[in-house]
């Protein structure tokens, strides 16, 4: 299901009329996915997604392999019909415009280089392929190499660049033709580990300065957190849910999105008082009941998972004060990270629990080490309560 009925389910295909007639609300919807079903024979490889991207966005899909991300993607480039439902960019239905009218470009995962022409004459190709005169396209080739930083490279063929210039010439020669909408399908998996990060913010700014729109896919949730302005994540065809990096975060809605962004510490339970402000769960899991101070809505009785991030929990040599949200056990394992370190707590209940710890607050508690008999605990805001 998606969170994002409100933009999309309007789904009128009405065209956008003049630039004048485009609202800000148009602009929220300049990508419009309404009811995108896809099936490749009897399997459904996406299934309903409804999904709006805003003009001018970094938006990403976020999932593991095989859950439908490339699909939905190339469907938006229109290298694959869908099965049902449609799709509009800027307001028009993608399936009634011809190839060479759709305003998309798509960035493989290999970049696709042609390895006999230097970077220039890829740049080049698809402006020369559209007829378009000598002249603009030596400026525009020009502009989209130094965009990059890559106009020093111009007469290099792709085997004389490393892969994160080969990117960035993957990049010139999509950009190039001015796309509305720009795809990326999983821009960093060819790079090694140590300029990605890198690679990512630079990615980032290129785009900003441009300012096109752009739908990116990848299974790398720090990368989709890094890059992203939203981000949905999905599930075997379907979007668990829709947010900021920072509202999927620290408000996931599900276990799987609680899982699959960051780590989490779940704890089982059922609901015995639920107030607007607050509610309590009954855990075997703690010797103390779990106080969170937001409702939910349910019955009493219902069971329910609280998700608590690492970093919100706190070690204390001492029994917390509190009479909520803590529990005792004892250290099993320190990974030490550098600036702070991921404690795991083994509970008497069973349960381990693991702490992100700065160096700092470790050093006001001496330290723990293996073996050692601790406390954890969190406060009221600190846990989200997840229903399914
Ligand atoms: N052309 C195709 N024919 C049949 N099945 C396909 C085809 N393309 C993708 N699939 C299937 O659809 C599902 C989603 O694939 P894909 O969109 O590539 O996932 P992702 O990009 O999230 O890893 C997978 O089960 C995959 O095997
Ligand atoms: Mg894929």
């Known amino acids: 299901m998606s969170s994002d009925q409100s933009g999309a389910a309007a789904g009128n295909a009405a065209p956008s009329l003049s630039?004048?007639?485009?609202?800000?609300?148009?602009?929220?919807?300049?990508?419009?996915?309404?009811?995108?079903?896809?099936?490749?024979?009897?399997?459904?490889a996406v299934k309903g997604v409804n999904l709006s991207v805003k003009k001018g966005e970094l938006f990403a899909l976020l999932g593991s392999s095989g859950c439908g991300k490339s699909t939905l993607l190339r469907m938006l480039a229109g290298l694959e019909t869908v099965t049902s439902g449609k799709i509009l960019i800027d307001g028009e239905d993608l399936a009634q415009l011809p190839p060479y009218r759709r305003p998309v470009n798509m960035m493989f995962q290999s970049y696709a280089l042609f390895p006999h022409m230097n970077v220039e004459a890829n740049v080049a190709f698809g402006l020369k392929q559209e007829g378009v005169p000598k002249a603009e396209i030596k400026d525009r080739v020009q502009n989209a190499l130094d965009l990059v930083q890559m106009g020093r490279f111009a007469k290099r063929k792709p085997n004389q660049l490393s892969g994160g210039q080969q990117q960035r010439v993957a990049l010139a020669r999509s950009l190039v033709k001015r796309p509305k909408l720009l795809l990326l399908d999983e821009p960093m998996s060819a790079l090694d580990k140590q300029i990605r990060q890198r690679t990512q913010i630079e990615l980032v700014n290129i785009l900003d300065k441009v300012g096109v729109t752009c739908m990116m896919v990848t299974h790398d949730q720090e990368e989709a957190m890094t890059m992203a302005s939203r981000l949905a994540v999905m599930s075997e065809g379907e979007i668990i849910q829709l947010g900021t990096p920072h509202e999927v975060y620290e408000?996931?809605?599900?276990?799987?999105?609680?899982?699959?962004?960051?780590?989490?510490?779940?704890?089982?339970?059922?609901?015995?008082?639920?107030?607007?402000?607050?509610?309590?769960?009954?855990?075997?899991?703690?010797?103390?009941?779990?106080?969170?101070n937001h409702g939910i809505t349910g019955p009493l009785g219902m069971p329910v998972t609280i998700s608590v991030r690492p970093e919100r929990i706190a070690l204390t040599?001492?029994?917390?004060?509190?009479?909520?949200?803590?529990?005792?056990?004892?250290?099993?394992?320190?990974?030490?990270?550098?600036?702070?370190?991921?404690?795991?707590?083994?509970?008497?209940?069973?349960?381990?629990?693991?702490?992100?710890?700065?160096?700092?607050?470790?050093?006001?508690?001496?330290?723990?080490?293996?073996?050692?008999?601790?406390?954890?605990?969190?406060?009221?805001?600190?846990?989200?309560?997840?229903?399914s």
Not at 259 to 275: A, K, P, Y
Not at 283 to 291: F, N
Not at 321 to 344: D, F, P, R
Request: glycine letters at 8%; hydrophobic letters at 40%; a negative charge.
């Open 19 to 44: 630039m004048s007639a485009v609202s800000d609300n148009a602009a929220d919807r300049f990508v419009q996915i309404v009811d995108v079903v896809k099936k490749f024979g009897e399997s459904v």
């Open 251 to 292: 408000y996931p809605n599900t276990r799987f999105s609680a899982e699959f962004i960051g780590s989490t510490n779940l704890f089982d339970g059922h609901v015995v008082e639920d107030e607007p402000d607050h509610v309590f769960i009954d855990t075997p899991e703690l010797p103390c009941r779990l106080y969170v």
């Open 317 to 387: 040599r001492k029994p917390p004060e509190g009479a909520y949200n803590w529990g005792k056990g004892v250290v099993t394992n320190i990974a030490y990270m550098g600036g702070y370190s991921l404690y795991h707590v083994k509970l008497e209940a069973g349960k381990t629990v693991i702490a992100n710890v700065t160096s700092l607050a470790l050093t006001e508690i001496d330290t723990p080490t293996w073996g050692d008999e601790v406390y954890v605990r969190w406060s009221a805001s600190a846990g989200v309560v997840l229903t």
